[in-house]
């Protein structure tokens, strides 16, 4: 069944329209399911002025449905994936509010810093919200939530979940990536990395707060050899109070 906004038979006045091209002001006609359209005078393209893409910014099928979407569209999909993420991490952990706890706060903190450090904040909070989903695979699987379990369980719950969600490979691609080493950073690494290995690490920090040292400069000493930002450490600066 097609989807109705998009079938003719239901269209009113008004389907097909003309509007101003934004770059040289040429008329361009537009049909009311279209998502773009290029002005045949410049070659600019641009966005349907009149279309409500409301569902298109969550669906999966928006690209089948629409064509290829523009970039606005895109990074609003982006933006709303991330709370759709949050949500399904909280199904998983289910009754366990330590960890829903913890993965809020990682990616509150995750949020911060990639803005910070000019990362790609879908990315990283995708990641902060699923970096220790494989918990109830590793407890099943090796009696054991360490970190190295977590590492592998982690990945293949959040390329499920990511898929489900329609999120583009690239993203899942770097998402699980982050998630199958997130405790464990080589030399070098990106800053969608970093972002969310120093929120975890502030996050775990933050927790631990009564076996941490009380003096300033030991703290201090301590959240610079942890951390890999300085985004991330100015901000530990303020939740640790040093």
């Not at 969310?196 to 941490?212: G, H």
């Amino acid at each position: 069944m097609k989807c109705p906004g998009q079938d003719s038979r239901f269209w009113q006045p008004g389907a097909i329209f003309e509007t101003q091209c934004p770059q040289c002001g040429q008329a361009v006609e537009f049909f009311k399911d279209e998502s773009s359209r290029k002005c045949r005078h410049c070659g600019q393209k641009f966005v349907n002025p009149k279309m409500d893409f409301g569902c298109a910014s969550y669906c999966k099928f928006a690209e089948q449905c629409l064509g290829d979407l523009p970039p606005e569209l895109l990074a609003k999909r982006e933006d709303l994936l991330k709370d759709r993420v949050a949500v399904e991490m909280k199904k998983y952990f289910q009754k366990d509010f330590r960890r829903i706890a913890h993965a809020s706060k990682v990616a509150r903190y995750a949020q911060e810093i990639v803005l910070a450090e000019h990362g790609d904040p879908a990315v990283v909070l995708c990641a902060a919200y699923l970096h220790d989903i494989g918990a109830r695979e590793a407890q099943s699987r090796h009696h054991s939530t360490e970190p190295q379990f977590l590492e592998q369980e982690g990945p293949e719950v959040a390329r499920e979940i990511l898929t489900r969600l329609g999120a583009r490979p690239e993203l899942i691609g770097e998402v699980c990536d982050i998630i199958g080493h997130h405790h464990h950073p080589p030399a070098a690494e990106t800053i969608n990395f970093k972002a969310v290995y120093d929120a975890d690490c502030l996050a775990n920090l933050e927790e631990r707060s009564s076996e941490l040292p009380k003096d300033a400069a030991t703290l201090e000493g301590l959240v610079t050899r942890s951390l890999l930002t300085d985004s991330g450490r100015a901000l530990a600066k303020n939740v640790l109070k040093f």
